[in-house]
């Protein structure tokens, strides 16, 4: 145990502020946008198959797919030396609260028509109806995180080197070649697929990987889309010709797919190494970064994805090119932007009413009650 603990203390001796880290998260957020751009918005249906816009439409959205691996990754690499505070989730929850009850208020008084009295029940347990897929995957998670933690410092590096490959091999490889639900990890939509990055993202943090390749991850990040994007073309090609079912061409796409996941690790440690020595990009990255989540909550809330996104922006598969390229990076880029901005408001609105004060607060009296409890526990001597 104390090898283990001087070989990670060697491996990690030296912590500072990460604004890599903290650009992948604003960056994974912004491909998430993309991504909705891309299919909610209508592009990839509505783009002919065979013309430059469907192929350009496709690589995109393929090199974009790794957005959430990334974003997940990072809450390995930020939490496994922190301490687990549960007022942080308590806050969270508060965030995500604001935003499901919130909208769909906004909805029932300009289109009351389209919200239903079950609809506005379920907007105020945002967990229980699942109506952020990530964060209720995050909320189980986060109540495992201080066990995985322990175990994670508990292990070698030789130990730890044979469980990503059994992450890698079990709940990414197996389930391509099965084509099956395996492991109920539903393509990577669940809490054990998260569960498995944020391991991944730990390991990234305490053990240097491929420390001579820098900027060769990128190199590594596009060899990963650009095979994920052969494979999909070819075999959207040779599928009649095979008598395939139409979901083989998109066997490589998926956040499981082991192409997807190596694609997330590089682009990530790419990020992860990024110098900001500018005062003025430590400051952008730092006011965008901790309102990122605010754009997946706002963008995403289940009536602003079916009354407002959908089939939204399919006339710009009929453009050219390029201004089909430029028309969507300028969209994901203003819904980025102005989502930030709202929840840039709402966290100030929170600092105002000092709700994460209130959110320490409860944390300390939960605490002391439990303390309290086990105290009173103790068998008299």
């Not at 104390?2 to 604003?26: F, P």
């Not at 028509?113 to 209720?136: E, G, K, N, R």
């Not at 710009?316 to 430029?326: V, W």
Request: glycine residues 4%; aromatic residues 16%; proline residues 3%.
């Amino acid at each position: 145990m104390q090898q283990i603990a001087l070989e990670k203390e060697s491996a990690t001796s030296v912590r500072t502020h990460n604004y890599g880290v903290d650009s992948m998260k604003i960056a994974s957020m912004f491909m998430v946008v993309v991504l909705h751009v891309l299919g909610q918005g209508g592009i990839l249906q509505t783009a002919a198959v065979g013309t430059i816009n469907y192929y350009l439409a496709w690589t995109l959205e393929i090199a974009a797919f790794c957005a959430v691996n990334c974003f997940a990754l990072t809450s390995g690499y930020l939490s496994i030396d922190r301490e687990i505070r549960y007022s942080k989730l308590i806050l969270l929850w508060l965030q995500v609260a604001v935003y499901s009850v919130g909208i769909t208020f906004l909805f029932w008084l300009v289109r009351p028509d389209t919200v239903s009295f079950s609809q506005a029940i379920h907007s105020f347990f945002p967990v229980l109806s699942a109506s952020y897929w990530y964060f209720t995957a995050y909320f189980g998670l986060f109540f495992f995180t201080p066990f995985i933690n322990k175990l994670f410092h508990c292990l070698s590096k030789a130990e730890l080197n044979r469980l990503l490959i059994t992450i890698f091999l079990l709940l990414s490889v197996l389930p391509l070649l099965t084509q099956k639900n395996l492991f109920e990890l539903s393509k990577g939509y669940s809490m054990t697929w998260l569960c498995a990055l944020y391991i991944i993202g730990a390991y990234l943090k305490t053990y240097q990987v491929l420390p001579r390749l820098r900027a060769g991850n990128f190199g590594l990040y596009l060899l990963m889309i650009g095979i994920v994007c052969f494979s999909r073309f070819v075999l959207e090609a040779i599928s009649p010709v095979l008598g395939l079912e139409p979901f083989y061409t998109l066997l490589f796409v998926s956040y499981t797919s082991p192409f997807i996941l190596l694609a997330a690790v590089f682009l990530f440690l790419f990020f992860s190494r990024l110098q900001f020595k500018a005062t003025w990009s430590k400051h952008i990255v730092g006011f965008f970064a901790p309102i990122s989540f605010g754009v997946y909550l706002i963008h995403t809330h289940p009536f602003v994805w079916n009354h407002l996104l959908i089939d939204r922006f399919a006339r710009y598969a009929t453009l050219s090119p390029l201004f089909m390229l430029g028309s969507i990076l300028l969209t994901a880029t203003l819904i980025f932007i102005s989502c930030a901005l709202l929840d840039f408001l709402r966290n100030q609105l929170f600092l105002l009413f000092r709700i994460p004060r209130l959110t320490q607060y409860l944390e300390r009296q939960c605490a002391k009650a439990v303390s309290s409890l086990r105290t009173s526990e103790k068998p008299e001597s």
